[in-house]
RNA sequence: CGGGGCGUGGCCCAGCGGUAGGGCACCUGGUUUGGGACCAGGGGGUCGCAGGUUCGAAUCCUGCCGCCCCGACCA
């Protein structure tokens, strides 16, 4: 069944994004450089991340809020390293009402500085703490080459503000999120494998004091972070005074971390699962599970359709029914495939006839006839194998592009194809700063069990490098 | 912001000095429908924008803008 809808990944992989945007509905350009029109199926798709992040998010005891877009521009000063690491992407407002501002007022690109400043206001006593906050939002950076969903000027994200009492109470809790939240949420939903461990001083968050990151592989070798969870020391509680009385009476300075993961999991959705047909959604995640679409309406076709769509509904199963005869049925056969519904269910007269539901998995492109008098079970497992099948997919895919190498030479040309793997110690920063002049970045720093170090001088940790969006 | 490519109906592209075309998509009617159907009719573009050259510019020149790729910056 070949396809020509789609540019073919081997081909072209930058023009098969921009295609598969196109042709699976997900997204335009905005009218402003860098900005973007989500489209329904695109967004269905974003809520259905938010859904499953923000269960997570709330199972590990944070609570949603939401803070203005506004920030005074005074707030970003107060943080010397933060400002500096942000101020050349910031959109700055210097009028409104018709007059000039007497302090402009930035649109935010994160918030830890108006966090700080309500945190400060909140915590007075050692019984406040921890505070956990989170908020779904977007954000403004002014992005020198926008790339839609991967980097955008305005993104849609949450990001997660905690305080706590202790150093090591917000270091664990900055690795929980990044485990039970983010690295649960890529395996078990998202259907992607992804490495986890520190970030180099280099690519640190502006104003953190570890910075840990979620790394997935793309389909074209490529890497993509995409969740990050930071360690803010006491920098933000020094600048915002967001202090506490503990118990022993004596003032003392939180402890905050912030994480955060962003529309870019679409990018990331697309690249690692998309092939040359269109998108492959991984059932927990898909909008529309399965699609029944009807071949012709005859001989009580729809009646038997739309029987069948109950039934599924009744066993938890999102469906679509899909009885547009007057488009042909190779059309919508590929419309579905594009949009990546994990099954689809071809339904008319012969099938009726012989009492069976022709079954198509979009994963595998298998097609099979099953007597629909417990199709829905079948369906439901189906669903499942699915699911498992994307990821050791995925998987695959990130071992292929995965090569362990000894020399920076060697990374340099390992990082061509994928993650090259080496040890910290034989990298460096100089050695960081040589391949960075490749287009190679470090990923993360992780030890030799793929954990996270505990420090960041720890002489066994291996480096991950390699081009990345 | 540097280097490269590209801007012509919604999409892909032809035209490259003489006043705008094709395919797909869209609308109407009909025949179809098991992998992007077919016939007939129809609507839609100040050729990215602004200057300039010319009797005449989509076409030549200059500047700008936008998109894509490769860098610097970043989720």
Redesign the pocket.
């Known amino acids: ?1 070949p ?3 789609l540019t073919p990944q081997a081909s072209d992989f ?2 098969w ?2 295609d598969i945007l ?2 699976a509905e997900l997204a335009d ?1 905005g009218p402003v ?2 900005t973007m029109v989500i489209r329904p199926y695109g967004y269905s798709l974003w809520e259905h991340v938010q859904a499953e992040i923000d269960a997570r998010i709330k199972a590990a005891g944070a609570q949603n809020v939401y803070l203005p877009l506004f920030i005074p521009e005074s707030y970003l000063r107060k943080e010397a390293e933060h400002v500096k ?1 942000f101020s ?2 910031l959109a700055v407002v210097t009028h409104a009402g018709g007059k000039q501002l007497e302090e402009p007022v930035v649109v935010r690109p994160t918030s830890e500085t108006l966090f700080g400043e309500v945190m400060a206001n909140w915590i007075q006593s050692y019984r406040d703490l921890p505070l956990l906050l989170n908020q779904w939002a977007n954000v403004v ?1 002014w ?6 969903f ?4 305005e ?1 849609l994200w949450q990001e997660g503000h905690t305080a706590h009492a202790t150093q090591e109470d917000a270091a664990q809790y900055a690795r929980k999120i990044l485990h039970e939240v983010y690295q649960d949420f890529f395996n078990n939903v998202l259907a992607l494998p992804v490495l986890i461990g520190r970030k180099t001083r280099k690519e640190r ?1 502006a104003g953190a004091a570890n910075t840990m ?1 979620c790394e997935g592989m793309m389909r074209d070798g490529k890497a993509l ?1 995409m969740a ?1 969870s930071h360690e803010l020391g006491q920098t933000f509680a020094k600048a915002f005074n967001i202090d506490f009385t503990d118990v022993a009476g004596k003032v003392q300075l939180a402890w905050t971390t912030s994480w ?1 993961s ?3 999991i679409l990018g990331g959705l697309i690249m690692a699962h998309g092939d040359d ?1 269109g998108l492959r959604i991984p059932p927990r995640l898909a909008p529309i599970q399965v699609v029944v679409l009807v ?2 309406d005859e001989q009580g076709v729809g009646d038997r359709a739309r029987a069948l769509i109950s039934e599924m509904k009744a066993a938890g199963i999102r469906t679509q029914l899909d009885t547009d ?7 919508r ?3 579905w ?1 594009l949009k990546g519904i994990p099954i689809r269910i ?6 009726l006839a012989a009492g069976n539901a ?1 079954v ?1 998995r979009r994963d595998t ?1 298998a097609k099979s006839a099953i007597p629909l008098q417990g199709v829905v079970a079948a369906i439901a497992r189906m669903l499942e194998e699915i699911q498992a099948n994307l990821l050791a997919e995925a998987t695959a895919t990130q071992k292929k592009h995965l090569t362990d190498v000894k020399t920076i030479d060697q990374a340099r040309d390992a990082a061509q194809e994928g993650f090259a793997r080496l040890p910290w110690l034989v990298l460096g920063e100089a050695g960081e700063a040589e391949l ?2 490749g ?1 190679i970045t470090v990923r993360c720093l992780q030890r030799p069990d793929g954990a996270i170090s505990k420090s960041e001088d720890d002489p066994e940790l291996l480096a991950i490098v390699a ?2 969006y």
């Open positions: 069944m396809n020509s809808v930058p023009q994004y921009q196109n042709k350009n450089r860098g690491g050349p992407e950076r992005e020198l080459r926008p790339r839609m991967l980097r955008t000027t993104f968050f990151a972070q990050t955060g962003s529309t870019r047909n071949v012709r005869v007057s488009s042909s049925f190779g059309r056969a590929t419309n495939e071809e339904l008319g007269p012969r099938d022709t198509v492109a960075a002049q287009g081009k990345a």
